[in-house]
């Protein structure tokens, strides 16, 4: 497979390569000129490497993997912190399914708060209202509440986040939980979904904090959303931190998702359905880590991309129409071991609800159970990127071991 040099594509001056899977896949300029700008930044370590599914983003592209050396940029980790996949084969067969998948639609919504109204307070739809039962909150309070009071302790404007009323929902936007079938007729649940508004109200602070940094020592930067925080400094450790448990309580809030869906989906057809095997997979696509590539140990802040060492398994979505894939990764070093975490957006959602229409998008989302109407047509399979262009271009990246094709999909 082919690893195009973007930089030579643009005429671009930076102080590292891009190396871009990007072959055979729309990249607009907006997010060429980002990549530049990254890799432009003193402390990036090697290159910058380009996912196919890459698209414009705050300060940094959607679909980046950016290794760095003394340095993080809260920007190309983003604001949803931790928004990742999770994704289980489950016993129900295809044949075992109803002609009509409604029910089971409304059963997922009525179990798994999603979306947003009365701006976020407290009559939000999005959000839980009930509390939860004991085992979950004795499991939140151990896990992640001692944790969370040292960081706003510390960052008391972090503080007014929702975050137990949060555990447990979906979130707007192209956030999705969705009933599939693979290749061999078996039943799968899958969802899409991240640390919700404490990752937000996160993300969001630190940017700022970096934004603060970069005034007060008069950095001047190609663009002020790659504002960044010193290595040893006490922003950058209290960052780290908070997206740690950022990316904690994303993945417990997919945990907690899958398993009541998993229950609304029984509910709905009268009978137990069950996780098959021990394999869940679930995995985060906006998020940093410390990681060794080339000789070094570094910072790596996916955004919009998965981690794919030798053998670890990822999911892929494609659009609400499209296929998705569950892969394995065959740990490809130009890539610091990394692939792409959907098909990526192929325009913006103003753009999207401007050109489709309700009847494109019903047509286009023909046997799939879902919603189809004029509140959606920004997450309509022609805003997206073709999947099959993306997975061609990224063939020495992943394998995949299943194929999934969405028969119900919620959406946020």
């Given at each position: 497979?082919?690893?195009?040099?973007?930089?030579?594509?643009?005429?671009?001056?930076?102080?590292?390569?891009?190396?871009?899977?990007?072959?055979?896949?729309?990249?607009?300029?907006?997010?060429?000129?980002?990549?530049?700008?990254?890799?432009?930044?003193?402390?990036?370590?090697?290159h910058v490497a380009v996912m196919p599914d890459v698209h414009w983003g705050i300060g940094a592209t959607v679909g980046s993997v950016i290794a760095t050396r003394g340095a993080i940029v809260p920007a190309a980790v983003g604001v949803d912190i931790g928004c990742g996949m999770m994704a289980?084969?489950?016993?129900?067969?295809?044949?075992?399914?109803?002609?009509?998948?409604?029910?089971?639609?409304?059963?997922?919504?009525?179990?798994?708060?999603?979306?947003?109204?009365?701006?976020?307070?407290?009559?939000?739809?999005?959000?839980?209202?009930?509390?939860?039962?004991?085992?979950?909150?004795?499991?939140?309070?151990?896990?992640?509440?001692?944790?969370?009071?040292?960081?706003?302790?510390?960052?008391?404007?972090?503080?007014?986040?929702?975050?137990?009323?949060?555990?447990?929902?979906?979130?707007?936007?192209?956030?999705?939980?969705?009933?599939?079938?693979?290749?061999?007729?078996?039943?799968?649940?899958?969802?899409?979904?991240?640390?919700?508004?404490?990752?937000?109200?996160?993300?969001?602070?630190?940017?700022?904090?970096?934004?603060?940094?970069?005034?007060?020592w008069f950095v001047n930067l190609p663009d002020v959303d790659l504002a960044y925080l010193p290595e040893d400094t006490q922003d950058f450790n209290d960052y780290v931190e908070a997206v740690g448990w950022a990316q904690d309580f994303a993945s417990a809030n997919r945990r907690i998702m899958?398993?009541?869906?998993?229950?609304?989906?029984?509910?709905?057809?009268?009978?137990?359905?069950?996780?098959?095997?021990?394999?869940?997979?679930?995995?985060?696509?906006?998020?940093?880590?410390?990681?060794?590539?080339?000789?070094?140990?570094?910072?790596?802040?996916?955004?919009?991309?998965?981690?794919?060492?030798?053998?670890?398994?990822?999911?892929?979505?494609?659009?609400?129409?499209?296929?998705?894939?569950?892969?394995?990764?065959?740990?490809?070093?130009?890539?610091?071991?990394?692939?792409?975490?959907?098909?990526?957006?192929?325009?913006?959602?103003?753009?999207?609800?401007?050109?489709?229409?309700?009847?494109?998008?019903?047509?286009?989302?023909?046997?799939?159970?879902?919603?189809?109407?004029?509140?959606?047509?920004?997450?309509?399979?022609?805003?997206?990127?073709?999947?099959?262009?993306?997975?061609?271009?990224?063939?020495?990246?992943?394998?995949?071991?299943?194929?999934?094709?969405?028969?119900?999909?919620?959406?946020?």
């Open positions: 497979m082919k690893i195009l040099n973007i930089p030579d594509l643009v005429n671009g001056i930076t102080r590292v390569p891009i190396k871009g899977w990007v072959e055979g896949v729309e990249v607009e300029d907006e997010a060429l000129e980002q990549l530049q700008n990254v890799a432009r930044l003193p402390f990036i370590h090697k289980v084969q489950t016993n129900l067969r295809a044949n075992e399914l109803p002609d009509s998948l409604l029910l089971v639609r409304r059963a997922i919504e009525a179990a798994v708060p999603h979306g947003r109204t009365d701006n976020g307070g407290a009559n939000d739809t999005g959000a839980h209202r009930e509390e939860f039962p004991h085992a979950t909150k004795v499991a939140w309070y151990e896990r992640l509440a001692a944790r969370y009071n040292v960081i706003t302790e510390k960052h008391p404007a972090i503080g007014k986040a929702r975050t137990v009323s949060q555990l447990g929902t979906l979130g707007t936007g192209n956030h999705f939980i969705e009933v599939c079938l693979d290749e061999n007729d078996a039943v799968w649940v899958m969802l899409h979904s991240g640390s919700r508004g404490v990752g937000n109200k996160i993300g969001t602070y630190f940017i700022e904090r970096a934004r603060e940094h970069m005034r007060r899958l398993a009541r869906s998993i229950n609304a989906v029984g509910q709905a057809l009268g009978r137990d359905v069950q996780p098959v095997g021990s394999t869940i997979v679930n995995c985060h696509h906006n998020y940093v880590a410390i990681e060794h590539h080339f000789g070094a140990n570094v910072y790596v802040t996916r955004k919009g991309a998965v981690r794919a060492r030798e053998g670890d398994l990822g999911i892929i979505p494609g659009s609400m129409g499209a296929k998705s894939y569950i892969v394995r990764g065959k740990g490809n070093a130009e890539s610091f071991q990394s692939c792409s975490h959907s098909a990526g957006r192929r325009m913006g959602r103003k753009e999207a609800k401007r050109v489709f229409t309700v009847e494109e998008h019903a047509k286009a989302t023909a046997g799939v159970e879902c919603r189809k109407d004029a509140s959606v047509l920004d997450e309509t399979p022609g805003a997206y990127k073709s999947i099959d262009a993306v997975m061609a271009a990224q063939e020495d990246l992943v394998e995949v071991v299943r194929t999934l094709k969405g028969v119900v999909c919620v959406k946020g």
